[in-house]
């Protein structure tokens, strides 16, 4: 179940999650459900794309893409058709928003989808979700099927010859398929490997025609732009960070959940004043963020605001909005370990540097952690880590090897801790406690 | 054309037409960018990651391999960067790499070797725990050892891609992804052994050759398969006179690095336990062997009489000896026995075709234009299965050129899976289809029309009439079954035709009337089994037999003169396309001569050698260039590739025999007589079907 709300929060995408049957069409049609949709129909596909530009709107899946700018690639003019796709492939650890948004209010995911397939001129879309999300998938069915016999989608929408279908994809179970490109592979049934790129989606994506691929969070924002304007949207966060976001707060705070805040809002100030603080009192040792991928903070450095440049100056990445608190008990170690036991099992297998350098990375990190880690290896990891940045073939190798990185930089006193066949300290401590 | 593109790589200026890939225009200003999974001809991955390049005003390092040269590019190839992530790519790679090179076939031509040998480093630092899943067989033919996959993908492309099977695809994922074969634990394909061949490691092998020798220990000869008419250049790898291995890594031949399993693997009859090695003589009804003087003396004295006397004698050439022996075996017929009596089993309608093309010029299709013209037209001939490299062509062509293809046939074909058009039509009605494809043949730029043993006179003429009313221009192709019909008809072997498609204008008996004429007093078969399909009428014939194995006519022979195979000789043949290519030697049977020989040696018993001249395959070529149209090529010049020959541009003038015109229809795993002393051929399962999946089998249906 949901959460407790925090006074803090600034509900737009979440405005309707707290009523009941919020997922039904009713609950939607009757707070200002499909409102936007019909005000798009009145609009020109140029001004659809330069609202959304306007209200400063970022991909929500984690590379912050602006994303008017993304739908203003799909050309105009198409010989073929031109698909809308909904990335809900949500795996990143850490995160836990698309799943809300689907659970809580799939009318506004539809309606999002609704114009951006105005915006572009696309007939069809598809929402691709996570095969874990097995019940999210029947429950989009069902929203769908609402939307369907409420005229809303279908061949001639709501009477104003508007031809708009929609259906769910179920993934199979892997991160990879969270990149676009695989996701567009494994959508079409194959393998999910990543594309090389260029063409982008947008040019050649879905069975190589044009498509609009954009996280969950992303599409369910649009109605809230159309409808009430750019300018509300984008003053709502900080300079070119429209909007609010979902932050997924998780670890060692008392409130955990899934907090809806304005772009901006100060990392300090969310862990402490709307998650409650560290639990059990203890000391605030190290933030992911924006998901395993991104680099963690050290305590010191989590006096920022949560922007994507702001983030990104800080040398780690505002990502999908999972911002995992670890305290003062947590092992760093074990912590780089976890992740990168996750991304040597999500390698998808393609190219050689993350096939090979997760693997054996986890390998080394496991070691190290059971104390059988030597000098050198600290070095090593950092090699093997910088060995793959930058060189593969899509961004899962730079997401093991960032965090990597970070952990070994930073926290270089606790891996020469666990060195010499010493046991990790906080285990021992675990114990003692 | 557009204009060349300026760009720089390592401070050479070079130019390049727009699209070329920096690695491809790299290589071609000999300048080597490492690659894995970058192989020409097939789909891009950019998944090795070994050609990481420095490009000028790009912050991060390129993959060559995806990356079009572009006006004022400027490339580094060999930077601390560049250098760098090579040795980790390669560090990576050998985690979980076993270094097992001793004992694997791949060691001395292994690209993972080379490439740790120039780029890699001296010593590794992985000290943690290998992966390892066994080695699986997949086939007679094909092994896969998981460990040594570097996941450089070729094999599934080639198969994919290059084959249009698509039997391997990829299972699991990270470190623990292995290549798959279709049918689970194992595969249902075509057995051609190219994925085997494209494999940079290890990790797939032959079936044929693993654990066989080390690769430095062997010999290696260009030599044409002897298999189908298609004309596959194989180089085999032989040692000890034994033949190991044939592959065509070099590309050189029409084919490329194509080769099917029988080009690839059916090399084996050679080694045959049942091969001929002493000459052998009927004595009291059983066959006993004696020496070649002996044989010989038997040969020319009953043959000696029998033309003393104005005997009726048959001679039957084959379709898989040389030209030279081909031409020097009707020689002797016509010249030395004098005797027209002479023929070999024809498989296509080449001598209609010819006649029909009269006054045209460049009528016949090449090898090279399966891969360079625009449309193609394919009747009653399943290409895919029974002229593979014809297939493997337009496949390629299709890919890269989007070639047009038309397929009428009476059952479904691999082709039609890309085809523009394909219409079912029952065998021997495949002409009916052509009005219904006028309009779009039509308005194709170009065409060739490709037919099988259905098509003959008078279709034959009809179609070439068609193709000249399409206002276009067109090619065609005869298809034949063996390594050389084409040859067999040029060199005359035929009673109505001399070489060169002059008419002997003389009376003389085809095969089946040789076999039905119970007065026939000698019957000398070169290489060929007419009686495992049908019994010889005269009971007093002497029949002299020069074979590899005791076939169904040897062991009817009254001498049996055990054969040199064709790649135990020298010699050329020509392919389906009218090709001229080179055969070598290879290898070498103990007992066995060279046809060539042999027919050398009973003219020179009977004291016809002045008539004859000497039986070198070299000084017989001469011969045949001087007499043959279209032969007259020197052979430096075959030797350096296949030659296309044109034979007359005339009417040929004589009745032809479209009823003594069959194929065999030889599909990927059966080839004749010899087909049948083949191990391996007969030992992969999709013999039974004759086709690479079950899918295609009940598409065939």
């Known amino acids: ?433 | 054309m557009a204009d060349p593109v300026k760009f720089t790589i390592d401070g050479q200026e070079l130019e390049a037409a727009p699209g070329t890939l920096v690695i491809e225009a790299a290589k071609r200003a000999g300048i080597e960018i490492p690659s894995f999974c970058y192989y020409e001809g097939y789909s891009l991955q950019a998944a090795c990651r070994m050609c990481l390049v420095e490009v000028e005003k790009m912050p991060k390092m390129q993959v060559a391999c995806t990356l079009p040269v572009a006006n004022g590019m400027v490339v580094r190839t060999d930077t601390p960067q560049t250098r760098g992530a090579r040795k980790s790519t390669l560090e990576f790679l050998l985690t979980n790499h076993p270094l097992d090179c001793p004992v694997c076939d791949k060691g001395g031509e292994c690209e993972l070797q080379d490439m740790v040998f120039r780029y890699g480093a001296g010593e590794s630092r992985f000290t943690e725990t290998k992966l390892h899943v066994d080695e699986q067989q997949w086939s007679p033919v094909v092994y896969y050892d998981g460990p040594r996959c570097i996941l450089c993908f070729r094999c599934v492309r080639a198969c994919e891609e290059g084959m249009g099977v698509a039997a391997l695809g990829v299972v699991n994922r990270g470190a623990v992804s292995l290549i798959a074969p279709n049918g689970g634990d194992h595969l249902n394909c075509d057995e051609c052994g190219q994925c085997i061949d494209i494999c940079p490691v290890g990790a797939l092998t032959s079936g044929a050759y693993r654990y066989q020798t080390r690769p430095w220990e062997m010999e290696h000869t260009g030599t044409i398969c002897t298999h189908c008419a298609d004309g596959c250049k194989t180089t085999l790898g032989t040692r000890n006179d034994q033949i190991i291995r044939g592959n065509n890594r070099d590309r050189s031949g029409v084919n490329g690095e194509f080769l099917c399993v029988k080009g690839r693997y059916a090399f084996d009859f050679n080694d045959h336990a049942e091969r001929l090695q002493s000459p052998m003589v009927k004595v009291n009804g059983k066959l006993e062997p004696v020496s070649w003087a002996k044989a010989l003396e038997v040969v020319s004295k009953k043959f000696g009489e029998i033309k003393a006397r104005g005997g009726k004698f048959g001679v039957v050439g084959s379709n898989h000896s040389t030209n030279e022996e081909n031409f020097y075996l009707q020689k002797f017929a016509r010249q030395g026995l004098g005797t027209n009596n002479i023929d070999h089993r024809r498989t296509g309608d080449v001598v209609t075709l010819v006649d029909a093309l009269s006054g045209t010029n460049g009528s016949l299709a090449t090898t090279a234009d399966m891969y360079e013209r625009k449309a193609f037209l394919i009747l009653g001939a399943d290409l895919a299965v029974e002229h593979p490299l014809l297939s493997f062509q337009i496949r390629a062509n299709y890919r890269h050129h989007a070639a047009r293809i038309y397929t009428v046939t009476a059952r479904a074909v691999r082709e039609d899976d890309y085809a523009v058009r394909s219409i079912r039509k029952p065998a021997f009605s495949e002409f009916e289809a052509l009005e219904e494809l006028r309009g779009a043949l039509a308005a194709e730029p170009e065409l060739v029309i490709l037919f099988g043993d259905t098509v003959k006179e008078p279709d034959v003429r009809k179609l070439v009439e068609f193709g000249q009313s399409l206002g276009i221009p067109v090619k065609y192709t005869a298809l034949v079954d063996y390594s050389n019909s084409r040859g067999a008809i040029d060199m005359g072997l035929v009673p109505e035709l001399g070489p060169g498609f002059h008419a002997t204008g003389a009376a003389g008996l085809t095969l089946p009337e040789m076999l039905a004429a119970g007065d026939l007093d000698a019957l000398w078969v070169v290489g060929e089994n007419p009686l495992g399909q049908a019994a010889l009428a005269s009971k007093k014939a002497f029949v002299v037999v020069q074979d590899m194995f005791l076939t169904e006519t040897a062991k009817a022979a009254d001498v049996v003169l055990p054969s040199a195979s064709a790649y135990e000789k020298n010699g050329t043949v020509t392919n389906v396309c009218g090709e001229v290519q080179r055969v070598k030697r290879a290898a070498a049977t103990m007992g066995a001569k060279p046809d060539l020989e042999i027919i050398g040696l009973i003219a020179k018993e009977m004291g016809l050698a002045a008539t004859m001249g000497p039986w070198l395959p070299d000084t017989v070529y001469g011969e045949i260039r001087r007499t043959v149209k279209g032969y007259d090529i020197p052979l430096p010049l075959v030797a350096l590739g296949a030659q296309q020959t044109v034979p007359v541009n005339g009417r040929v003038g004589v009745d032809v025999r479209p009823d003594l015109v069959w194929s065999a229809h030889e599909n990927l795993f059966t080839s004749g007589t010899l087909g049948r002393y083949s191990k391996i051929l007969n030992s992969v399962i999709e013999k039974r079907s004759g086709t690479a999946t079950p899918e295609q089998e009940l598409a065939r249906q």
């Not at chain 1, 203003?72 to 198409?78: G, I, T």
């Not at chain 1, 969310?270 to 963690?296: D, F, Q, T, W, Y």
């Open chain 1, 1 to 433: 179940m949901y959460n407790q709300p925090s006074p803090l929060e600034v509900p737009v995408l979440t405005r309707r999650f707290r009523l009941p049957n919020s997922h039904k069409i009713d609950t939607y049609l009757a707070n200002e459900g499909y409102q936007a949709f019909e005000k798009a129909i009145g609009m020109s596909q140029d001004d659809i794309i330069n609202e959304v530009k306007a209200s400063g709107l970022r991909g929500r899946g984690g590379a912050g893409f602006p994303t008017g700018m993304k739908w203003s690639f799909v050309p105009r003019q198409s010989p073929k058709p031109k698909y809308i796709i909904v990335n809900g492939d949500e795996s990143e650890p850490g995160t836990c928003k698309d799943r809300l948004l689907m659970e809580f209010d799939p009318h506004q995911l539809i309606e999002g989808i609704l114009i951006a397939g105005l915006a572009v001129g696309a007939h069809q879309g598809y929402i691709y979700i996570r095969g874990e999300f097995r019940y999210l998938i029947e429950h989009m069915d069902r929203a769908i099927d609402e939307a369907y016999a409420r005229g809303y989608l279908g061949d001639n929408i709501l009477g104003r010859g508007i031809k708009f279908h929609l259906a769910t994809h179920s993934g199979a179970g892997a991160y990879e398929c969270g990149e676009e490109s695989a996701l567009l592979e494994s959508f079409e049934g194959k393998r999910g490997n990543p594309r090389i790129r260029p063409p982008f989606p947008a040019v050649a994506g879905a069975y190589s025609c044009p498509t609009v691929l954009n996280n969950v969070e992303t599409y369910c924002a649009v109605p809230s732009i159309i409808l009430k304007g750019a300018a509300y949207f984008a003053g709502l966060g900080s300079p070119k960070n429209g909007g609010t976001r979902l932050f997924c707060l998780s670890g060692h705070v008392n409130k955990p959940g899934v907090y809806e805040l304005p772009m901006g809002f100060n990392l300090m100030r969310l862990i402490n004043e709307v998650g409650g603080g560290v639990r059990g009192g203890k000391k605030l040792k190290a933030v992911i963020p924006g998901g395993s991928s991104c680099p963690v903070l050290k305590a010191d450095e989590c006096d920022l605001n949560l922007d994507f440049d702001t983030v990104a100056a800080a040398k780690s990445m505002l990502g999908s909005g999972g911002v995992v608190v670890m305290d003062e008990d947590t092992c760093m170690v074990k912590a780089a370990l976890r992740i990168m036991r996750f991304y040597a099992h999500e390698s998808c297998g393609w190219c050689i540097p993350c096939r090979e350098g997760t693997t054996w990375l986890r390998k080394v990190l496991q070691r190290f952690h059971d104390g059988q880690g030597v000098k050198s290896d600290i070095v090593l990891i950092g090699d093997l880590s910088r060995n793959m940045l930058g060189r593969t073939f899509c961004p899962l190798g730079d997401a093991a090897a960032m965090p990597t990185i970070a952990f070994v930089e930073k926290f270089r006193d606790e891996f020469e801790a666990h060195l010499d066949g010493k046991p990790c300290p906080y285990e021992k401590k675990l114990v003692a406690a």
